[in-house]
């Protein structure tokens, strides 16, 4: 059973780098896509980006100059940077194994409970 | 303003059958991209309900189905549950915004 976890500090200071960790057991990182998503409170869900088995990512246009993730195979575990962060980034992080082969045929399952991230002073 | 359109909201009393519609635009769903459909049950993550226009995963019921057609996608359900009340959205991909786009959550409300 594919089961995903994120972790990270709940709190993130204005202009400072959101990073948060998504730990995956059950399947190897090596195989499939695996993904971003966020939804500040009371709104919609926002797909932020992924990264491939491989190393490639693909990210939102509009986060794409603050956005980085990465793979730790050795770990299982992927992660999400995103900096110069401002309340407006404030929302509950998820992380989804993205079952696409080439970014244009995505779809998400299973996801993370998710984490919420504030960011306030 | 989500890329993908849907209404804010439905209801429909215990048994009936309702549709939760889902339109775009000719640089998604009219481009032929495939639709997927997320339930999100109070104060929990997003599940996958419909994926590939209409297939359900393993453990959905059969009262949830999908349908696409020109550049709409519709999600309906049949025999309304209490348990069926929560937010769904729909997914999809962007050729002009290259990555995935959701709709903006329709909240189902069971009377």
């Known amino acids: 059973q594919v089961q995903l976890q994120e972790s990270g500090p709940g709190l993130v200071k204005p202009s400072e780098t959101l990073s948060l960790t998504c730990t995956v057991s059950g399947v190897s990182l090596s195989r499939n896509y695996w993904t971003w998503i966020r939804q500040p409170p009371g709104k919609g869900l926002q797909w932020i980006g992924y990264?491939?088995?491989?190393?490639?990512?693909n990210y939102d246009p509009s986060l794409k100059s603050r956005v980085t993730i990465s793979l730790d195979t050795s770990k299982n575990q992927f992660s999400l940077r995103l900096s110069s962060v401002t309340a407006a980034d404030t929302a509950v992080y998820y992380c989804?194994?993205?079952?696409?082969?080439?970014?244009?045929?995505?779809?998400?399952?299973?996801w993370g409970p998710g984490t919420l991230v504030t960011v306030s002073s | 303003q989500s890329v993908l359109t849907q209404p804010p909201s439905v209801s429909g009393a215990p048994g009936q059958r309702v549709t939760i519609s889902c339109t775009g635009t000719s640089s998604n769903i009219g481009a032929n991209y495939d639709v997927h459909w997320y339930q999100q049950l109070p104060g929990t993550a997003p599940k996958l309900l419909i994926y590939?226009?209409?297939n359900r995963p393993s453990g959905v019921p059969d009262r949830f189905s999908g349908s696409k057609s020109g550049t709409s996608a519709s999600l309906a359900i049949t025999g309304l549950q209490a348990e069926d009340e929560a937010d769904y959205y729909c997914q999809s991909y962007d050729s002009s915004l290259s990555g995935s786009v959701f709709g903006g959550g329709t909240k189902l409300t069971v009377l």
């Open positions: 990264i491939s088995y491989s190393g490639s990512t």
């Open positions: 989804a194994r993205d079952h696409g082969d080439h970014g244009d045929d995505s779809w998400f399952d299973p």
């Open positions: 590939v226009n209409n």
